[in-house]
Every structure is written in C-alpha cells, then in structure tokens.
C-alpha cells in the first residue's frame, strides 16, 4: 500500500512539473523577474559584446526593446557607457527593455576596423537580438539610440538596413549624419575621418556617401526624434540641421530639438528632460 502511495505521488509531481514547463513563457509575464545578462556575445571578436537589461513583467506583446550604441568618434569608448542614463532611461520608458552594444574601433595608428566594420557589427549584433527575442520574452520592436558616434551608427542602421530588425524609430543625441560636411570641421574631424574612410571626400566620395545617415533617408524612413547642444565644438550643430531638412524634404515624422548652451554632452538633468520628450514621442508611433 505504502509502495502505491509513493507510485501514485511520484506520478502526480512529475504531471504538475510537466504542466508548469509547458505554460508559454507570454502566460505569465508578472511573474518574470527582471534579470541583467552581461557581456553577451554576438560574435567571434572579443568586442562584439553587449549588455542586456530585460524588466520584471516583461512580455512578447508588451516589452519593446531599446539599443543603446555607445559614442567615442568611433575610437573609443564602451557599452558602460549606458549605465550613466539607465536609471533614466528606465524613469522614462519603464516598460522597455535595454541593450548597450560594444563594437570594434578605429584604431588610429594601426588602421585596423575601418569603415564599414562597425556598421556591419551592429547588423550582427541587432541579427542576434532578433533570435533571443522568444528567449528573452521580449518584443521584436526595436528602437535604436545612441550618443555621438553612437548616434551615427543608430541613424545609419535605421535608414540603410530598414529590412534588418523590425526598427521602429531612432533616438539621436549630437551626431555626425554627412560626413563630407564633416571633414573639415576641425583637425579633429579631418585627422579620424581620413583614417576611419580611406581618405577625404575628394578622393573616396563613395565611402562618405555610404558611410553618412543622410545620404538614405526617404519617405520610408523610421520616426526620428533627435537632440543637439548650440555650443557643440565636436559635432556642430549644421549636422542635426542638415538632417532636419532631409527628413522635412521626404515627409518623414521627426522632431529636432535644439539644447541651448550646452555642448557635446549635456548636464544629468537635461538628459533626463529629454529621455522624457523622447519617451513622448516613442509612444506616439508605437501605439
């Protein structure tokens, strides 16, 4: 009888196991808790590394993504660099999960990582993220972001590679988008730019083309909200300018919003100001 009853037990714990396993992970999104998986690999190279912050409650219908490219003139520079806006970032968007992509540099006395090596680094890295969405129990939406170089990279995946993601729309802060117009910025802009594309524009216009966000917008580009200082001296102001038209010109939705007295990188406060006006925005093409 005894030997029944444990038969009989054992039965019904291996049922209720079998039950729970086969509940869909979208079931029960409250009782995700929130988790951070650090230094993900994306690929073979040591820098295709990135973080991801995924939120407790999350779900497949409710939990769009927002991937954060770092800046650093395409020199320097890490995904850390996402840990000083991520408690704002998460003020802002509560219900997004994050990712901070890492990426190979320029290196100015070697010459090694040329462009397109991390244009086509954050094709890999945003491949990758699509095949853990199920995974992650996240949504495929995706919005990418990004400060600087960072900023760059976001546009001119979001304009040249539309079909490489489900990329819904772009958050900009102060970055390059024509890179002739660039160059001869300062000695700065002339010395990295003629490392990173071969040249100056004169003597490789295709990579300056290639290379710049502008050169892809069209009516079919993703909603772009977008932020720059008035006392830049890195990346002046002229690029965001030059944006804003080429995005008018194609009827694309965006908005530009000019950072009085505030240069290449702006005070805690104000960034939290604008993760909220980007929040807004974001909302507005989502819903």
Known sequence: MNGVFQKTSLIAVVALFLLSCDRSTDAFPDEATAIDLLDQPYGANPRQKMDVYLPAGRSQKDTPLLIYIHGGAWIEGSKEEFNEFRSALSTALPEYAFASINYSLFNLNTGANKFPTQENEIKE????????????????????????????????????????????AVVAFFSPTDLAELYDFNFLTVAGLRGLLGGNPSENPTAYAESS???????????????????????????????????????????FIKVPNQGHGFTPETYSALFQQAAHFLAEFLN
């Not at 995974?135 to 490489?164: C, M, P, Q, R, V």
């Not at 965001?240 to 038209?245: K, P, Q, T, V």
């Open 213 to 255: 966000p502008i050169t892809f917008v069209d009516e079919q580009a993703v909603p772009t909200i977008f932020f720059h200082g008035t006392v830049d001296q890195v990346v002046p102001i002229s690029q965001s300018e030059l944006l804003a038209i080429a995005l008018s010109e194609a009827g694309v939705p965006h908005e």
């Open 125 to 168: 890295a945003i491949t990758y993220i699509q095949s853990k969405s199920l995974e992650w129990n996240i949504s495929d939406t995706i919005i990418l972001a990004g400060a600087s170089a960072g900023g760059h990279l976001a546009l001119l995946h979001a304009y040249k590679h539309a079909s490489i993601g489900n990329i819904k």
